[in-house]
């Protein structure tokens, strides 16, 4: 049995593993404008694309560090002291710290860079210790035939497992979904303007708000109000932790309510335009205060 055969396949069902947890993750959450974090284009891609790009990116990993790493212990373990495994946890973290620090000069983190491709090297060691280790008792090869199926039947218990790991994780808060800030009522006066610059709205004391080029979805097309007007903060409980209702006095154009976003120390407040679960987001971002 060629322990390449089992390294990928291996590589390849913790990648596919990985990427089943992301995805659910990423199914079981909506961005912070209250859309799927997903398109499904991208999703069937994925679901279509995905096999054999982790057949390929399996074979890469095992080139590039499996192999390497397994005949620099096997070789260390011939000539030096100490078991086998030693050598194979010392040679992947060198292997990991080597090709961290070129992944690192082009700006990512080093430490946890380390610590992810040190990581993704120990499990498809450990499938070819456990094959040859198994054929020694058997007495004769696996064929590939049964590689393929051991690996695979072991690979879908593994992304199950992950899965339902990030299902709990979703439902208890672990992994963090987004919350708006929820400001007091005196905080949202200001000035609120687009990042392009178009558009205006300035909040008073009082109730009052003077519009300029702030966006808003027609029947057939986007329009922009401008004039004078009114505006009411609605706070709220939950995942909407509020909204500001605009009136815009004299003019035919329906502002509506807008969904204050952002963080406490960049609030902003923004409106969807389009489909709900995939549409455009128009930002308005607070500036200053009067």
């Excluded at 080093?110 to 993704?120: E, K, P, R, V």
């Excluded at 049964?146 to 199950?160: D, I, M, Y």
Aim: aromatic share 10%.
């Amino acid at each position: 049995m060629p322990d390449g055969t089992a390294a990928m396949l291996v590589c390849a069902a913790q990648l596919g593993a990985l990427l089943t947890g992301w995805l659910a993750v990423q199914l079981g959450r909506t961005d912070e404008y209250g859309r799927p974090a997903y398109a499904p284009l991208g999703l069937l891609c994925v679901l279509v694309f995905g096999p054999p790009l982790l057949l390929v990116l399996g074979a890469l990993h095992t080139f590039v560090m499996t192999t390497p790493v397994a005949l620099a212990a096997d070789a260390a373990a011939r000539r030096g002291a100490g078991p086998l495994w030693l050598w194979q946890c010392v040679c992947v973290a060198a292997s990991g710290a080597l090709y961290a620090a070129a992944i690192a000069a082009a700006g990512a983190p080093y430490l946890s860079t380390w610590a992810w491709i040190s990581a993704s090297g120990a499990l498809p060691l450990l499938g070819v210790a456990w094959f040859r280790r198994a054929q020694q008792r058997r007495g004769r090869p696996y064929s590939r035939g049964a590689v393929w199926f051991r690996v695979l039947s072991a690979g879908f218990l593994l992304t199950g497992t992950v899965v339902v790991a990030c299902c709990v994780a979703l439902a208890t808060g672990l992994v963090g979904a987004y919350e708006a800030p929820r400001p007091a009522e005196g905080a949202m006066r200001g000035v609120w303007t687009s990042e392009d610059g178009r558009a205006e709205v300035r909040l008073r004391g009082g109730g009052g708000a003077e519009f300029s080029g702030v966006p808003y979805e027609g029947w057939d097309r986007e329009g922009r109000c401008d004039g004078t007007g009114t505006w009411r903060y609605v706070p709220r409980d939950g995942a909407v932790r509020g909204t500001v209702d605009f009136d815009v006095a004299g003019e035919d154009c329906r502002l509506g309510a807008w969904t204050v976003g952002g963080t406490a120390e960049r609030p902003e407040l923004y409106a969807l335009f389009g489909d709900p679960d995939a549409g455009d987001v128009r930002i308005l971002v607070k500036q200053a205060s009067p």
